[in-house]
């Protein structure tokens, strides 16, 4: 038996479907990680840093280590 | 506490080198552009070979992607990676080797192209020693980058770099697959997968091309450039992270909707579809979150050239990636695919997008790097309006072109036959909008060349010494307990510290969304018999016929000749019966093409008798008055190198193409020889004006265009007996 004749005959219609619903629960889960609660200092923070590129070492990193 | 300070300097000569590479290829690409535009409207100027529409055209496509746009990326990403992880590239031989391999690889394609050496897809032509060596430099490129990420004085890695990690993992992953193939002498390979897989993998390539060397990039450069010049913070940095997932999740499906109604799986083409329009939010809300970073400073967008720039480019980029969906809905697709159209939204994302992100980015970046003021900021506003001028005029003129040529193709008179039957009437009608487009492109690159000239003036204005200033930043504590917010917090690999696996984490998360997308299409795709059903009269190119398609491809006809015929009545009454995916089984690579300059090909064979094609080649617009193809008088007087037709039987062989007892040694040449022979002396029947070609190149083409499409006109015998491609 051939790995083609396997796959032929392992009903994968739902094949897609199935791809869909595993992607749309891995962007639920981004959201959550992204927009959860107590990330907002870290984003800001974040969001600055091309800003902040051509300074020599802010107070903020000073106070990190 | 007072933190140890590390002091370090960037390496902005690197920067300054990819920055001058990109205005060089830039221009040299997009006059090529302008060439081939131009030879559209008047075939004279295909004087030679070596310059002809079919040679040039993916000389000017891998100029302005991989060259221009590459370098522009690397101008970008060395740039700023050094300063969002505060530190220098990990090594400035791998730096100077970065820049240099990656130069001789386009000079490389620009001789190679040019002499017709081709593995005929698209984007995708180098040969494989050229491809081999774009995989070493590439994997050069990623050591100083990921050493550069490891070594890094900054814990939080900005989304700049997550774009340019997927970027850099991704074309790695697609280059090495797509470009798989047997070689059959130094300059000729064949693809090791053969027509509707060869097709998909193809166009997975294409379009995640588009998506990953065209898109991510860019994206990161814009999330770093345009909060640069604008001096505030990106709209949302939320929004920025949401925008990296979603589009590297769903671009890798993307692909089959450029083979809509071909011979592709159904399944295949809808999941390519939905996956599209999809596509349609996260690129908006990136596009969004570019153009709310200016809040506030819309009015310096008035004044300052850098920021009109960017706003075209980000307006652009939402125009672009609003049609993309848009043209992956089947039934626009139908009428889109093949015609100019295609072009027009592909120039709209590369002139609008990548040119002008990466103008904005240049002329931020040259005051800086060669420490200075810029030369002359009016010229850069004159170079903004020749530039969004040109591109209106180009983009409009060849989307009128694409919508005018697709509804010619499909109109009916009222007794039900086709209403244009003559192709040629269907492309007269073109030679206005064709002239527009060629001046359009002519403005955009008058604006090249202003900025070569902008930039070059303010490099001579340098000082005699650059300055490097040290840098100070605190180096990275290798102790736990670190108080920084982790926005990946809780998900750490065992053994490793947050800051230190996080690039490590993102990477594998980033090579596993790919891969597994990936997989969800390329399996069925190669491993269900029913995708593709082998057709008992299909057989395989006779070896004369081989080196007919092997001349087809050095000459770039696939540039304007589909062979793939949709399953349309309009047409199937203009080319003949719809393509089937067992026609295609042997073709290693596959030629369906994208766009009909000319007429589809696919049921060429038998139409015409020999002595037409012979004519036809020889002097086109004397068979067909106003035909823009290309003459090909050469074929008729230069020799068939019969000596190479063994060789690349039996590479054929070797990708499992049941040549039988054609690869023993010298039959393949003697079989060659006798139909050569044959074809030679029936054209030398019907004129005697034509004798001695049994040698010559033009009865090796005669023999494959006799031959499309003549096996399925057998196939009433359609065998029932199904084997995958896969199994070939």
Known sequence: MRLTDVMSHAGLAGYAEFALILFVLAFLGIVWVVFRPGNKPAMDAAARMPIDDESTGTPEEETRS | MNAQLDSFKYDDAIVRKFLFATVLWGVVGMLVGVIIALQLVMPNLNFTPWLAFGRLRPLHTNAVIFAFAGNAIFTGVYYSSQRLLKTRMFSDALSAAHFWGWQLIIVAAAVTLPLGITQSKEYAELEWPIDIMIAVVWVIFAVNFFMTVARRRERHIYVAIWFYIASIVTVAILHIFNNLSMPAGLFKSYSLYAGVQDAFMQWWYGHNAVAFFLTTPFLGLMYYFMPKAANRPVFSYRLSILHFWTLVFMYIWAGPHHLHYTALPEWASTLGMIFSVMLWMPSWGGGVNGLLTLRGAWNKVAEDPILKFFVVAVTAYMMSTFEGPMLSVKSVNALAHYTDWIIAHVHTGALGWNG???????????????????????????????????????????????????????????????????????????????????????????????????????????????????????????????????????????????????PLLFTVWTAVAVIVASLFEIIPTFLIQTNIPTIASVKPYTPLELAGRDIYQREGCFNCHSQMVRPFRYETERFGEYSKPGEFVYDHPFLWGSRRTGPDLAREGGKYNNLWHVNHMAQPRKVTPNSIMPAYPQLLTQKLDFATIQKHVDAMAMLGVPYGDMVKEGAAVEAAKAQAAEVAADIAATDPNYTGLEDKEITALVAYLQRLGVDIKKANEVAAARTTAGGQ
């Open chain 2, 356 to 502: 002008f992100l990466t103008a904005g980015m240049l002329y931020w970046l040259a005051p800086r790097l060669f420490q200075t003021k810029l030369f002359s900021q009016k010229l850069a506003e004159v170079h903004f309006w020749f530039a969004t001028f040109g591109m209106i005029l180009y983009a409009t003129a060849i989307y009128s072109a694409g919508v005018q040529q697709g509804l010619m193709w499909r109109a009916f008179d009222e007794t039900g036959r086709l209403q244009y039957p003559d192709f040629i009437e269907t492309t007269m009608k073109l030679m206005p909008m064709y002239w527009m487009r060629a001046l359009g492109g002519t403005m955009f690159l008058v604006g090249m060349i202003l900025m070569a000239y902008n930039l070059v003036m303010t490099w001579a204005k340098r000082p005699a010494k650059y300055e490097e200033p040290v840098v100070q930043a605190p180096a990275l504590v290798k102790t736990p307990g670190e108080t920084v917010p982790n926005i990946f917090a809780g998900l750490t690999i065992p053994g490793h510290r947050k800051w230190e696996a996080l």
